[in-house]
Every structure is written in structure tokens, then in C-alpha cells.
């Protein structure tokens, strides 16, 4: 351990303690990609979460999120509590992130939506591989309400990916679906069929020590569909990867994540009686003993300095606990 390390954990002792005051950092990537790509904004470069895991494994300490979560509902949490989380089910997930967190002896919560394993594609993804790969300097996207959209530089398609995408976001499944294969065929870009993991590289995981958890099926922002639909992405999800892994499943990950926008109090409940112990969303925060296990807030680590990555997470769990303190009062 370094010097500089050693100090790190004598001070987070203080501003980020354990038992009943404790607080649960929990980290959500997406991608971890072989080197850094401007366009996808959810990628964070293989030797940046190299660098991240190293220090996680010096530092602080990394709990599986389940039993984080029964720690922390319990008062037991230790000292610089943290859990690993990724969405979705990237292949690289399984090639580049779990050979990483294996050698420093750390693991993950891996949530992933069934219904995307096996050749399917992230609606986002097909949009960003659609602009990306485009041999025209523009598209013509009036039929999508965006009018013609240029394409004649990078920072111009990054831009072109964020409006498609904030356009279509809303969308039932089945419609963002058609849309983002009508966009592919007018930009003339077959869509990749290897983006997500194999249900083979999910047994992977599970044999590799880590955990993985819901998502529903097709990754649809819950609050856009019917709950009669909702339902069966979350229990089909659910039932889906317990015979792909033959292990029970007891962490989900709300798709989207953020509450009262994407998921509302009932989604929580359907969550709650297929049989969750714990959800995960995206709200910004930390997790504490007063925390709704069905609600668990997270945080996204931006950072591409290790050292800021480690200042901006024991930060985090003292601000974050601070405030519900200020709050409570």
C-alpha cells in the first residue's frame, strides 16, 4: 500500500465511518471499453477501471452489493463501505471488466435485461453506431421530428447521437424497435450483433465469482408501459436468468433508474413481491441504515484521475450523509 494510500484510509476512517453511521457507496458503470471513445459517453477506458480497481482494493472496502445491502440495513456496515454495479449486460463486461476486478480480488453486481443476451442491441447503441458509422455528412431525420442533422465531424455526430436519442428515449419498445432500425437502414449501417453478452458469458460471470441481478427483459423505462407489461419484464427477467444461471436472483437494477420519472412507488412494490431483497436506482447518493432497500441510490465515476476517483468517493460519502443529516433535523 502506499503512503499516500495508507493516509487516504486513516482519514476516511473519520469522514466515512461504519456501524450504525455508515454509509454504502454504490459505484454504476456501463461499459468498459479498450481505450477511451468520445462518443460513448457510459465507457470508461480499460486501464482508467484498472487503475479505479486498484485503489478500490486498497483503500476501501468492496463488499458484494447483497451483503453490503444486509449490512447496511443492519448497522454493520465497515469503514469506506463500497459495492460494484454495471447495467445492461455488455460483452465487455465479461471480457475486459471481469478479468480486471478478478485480479485485484474484487467482484461485481452485473444487472442485465434477458431480452438484449444472445445478439440483441441497446436502442442507444444502434443510434450511436448509426450516426458513428454514417458515410453522409448529414442525415435527414424530419420524418423524426429532428429535421436534417449534420454529420461532418465528430463533435457534430456526438451531438446528432444525443437529440436521436433524447427523441426516441420516451418510446414503448416496440416503437424505439422500429425507429432506430429505420434510422440504420437510412444511414446504411448494418447494426452490430455482438454488443451485449452471450448467455454463456452470464454463466461466465456466476463461475467467475460474481453476482448478477435484474433488469427486466428489454430494458424499458417502466413508467412508458402498461403494469400489466411491466410486470412481466420485471418476473420474466427475474425467471429468465435463474435457469440461465441456476442461482436465485436478489438485486435488480431499475432501467433508466430515476425515481418518480422512470419508475414509480408500484414499480418498486412488483420489484418487492417477485421475490427482490434489494433495487438499485440512479439517483445520486448514498445508502445508510434509513435507506428503502428498494431504493438504493448510486453514483456514476466520472473521474479519469485514480486520485480524484478516490478523493470524489470518500467525499461522497460524507457529504451525502451530511446532508440527510441536515436533512432529518
Not at 480486471?100 to 441497446?122: E, P, Q, W
Amino acid at each position: 500500500m502506499t503512503l499516500e494510500h495508507a493516509l487516504v484510509r486513516g482519514v476516511g476512517a473519520a469522514i466515512a465511518p461504519g456501524g450504525e453511521r455508515g454509509r454504502l457507496s454504490v459505484l454504476m458503470y456501463h461499459r468498459v471499453l479498450e481505450r477511451h471513445d468520445p462518443l460513448h459517453d457510459f465507457g470508461t477506458p480499460a486501464a482508467t477501471f484498472d487503475a479505479q480497481m486498484a485503489a478500490l482494493a486498497e483503500v476501501f472496502n468492496v463488499l458484494p452489493l447483497a451483503e453490503a445491502v444486509e449490512r447496511m440495513r443492519s448497522g454493520r456496515l465497515p469503514a469506506r463501505a463500497v459495492a460494484i454495479t454495471f447495467d445492461d449486460g455488455y460483452r465487455d463486461n465479461a471480457e475486459l471488466a471481469c478479468p480486471i476486478l478478478r485480479r485485484h480480488g474484487l467482484s461485481a453486481t452485473f444487472f442485465v435485461s434477458s431480452g438484449l443476451l444472445d445478439g440483441g442491441i441497446m436502442f442507444h447503441d444502434a443510434v450511436s453506431e448509426a450516426m458513428q458509422r454514417c458515410a453522409a455528412d448529414s442525415i435527414d431525420l424530419a420524418w423524426l421530428g429532428l429535421g436534417v442533422l449534420p454529420l461532418s465531424s465528430a463533435p457534430l455526430r456526438s451531438a446528432a447521437i444525443g437529440k436521436v436519442a433524447a427523441r426516441i428515449k420516451p418510446l414503448v419498445s416496440s416503437e424505439r424497435c422500429e425507429v432506430t432500425r429505420r434510422i440504420a437502414e437510412q444511414a446504411g449501417v448494418p447494426l452490430p450483433t455482438d454488443l451485449m453478452m452471450s448467455s454463456e458469458q452470464v454463466r461466465g460471470l456466476v463461475a467467475a465469482g460474481m453476482d448478477v441481478g435484474g433488469h427486466t427483459r428489454d430494458h424499458p423505462i417502466l413508467t412508458s408501459i402498461g403494469d400489466d407489461e411491466a410486470r412481466e419484464q420485471i418476473v420474466g427477467n427475474k425467471r429468465d436468468l435463474e435457469a440461465l444461471t441456476g442461482r436465485p436472483l436478489r438485486l435488480f437494477a431499475y432501467p433508466n433508474g430515476k425515481p418518480g420519472k422512470d419508475y414509480a412507488p408500484r414499480h418498486a412494490a412488483m420489484v418487492r413481491d417477485c421475490g427482490y431483497e434489494a433495487a438499485v436506482t440512479t439517483a445520486f447518493g448514498s445508502g445508510g441504515i434509513e435507506t428503502d432497500p428498494m431504493q438504493i441510490p448510486r453514483l456514476a465515476p466520472w473521474e479519469m484521475s485514480t486520485r480524484g476517483f478516490v478523493l470524489r468517493l470518500l467525499a461522497h460519502g460524507w457529504r451525502t450523509r451530511d446532508l440527510q443529516t441536515l436533512a432529518a433535523a
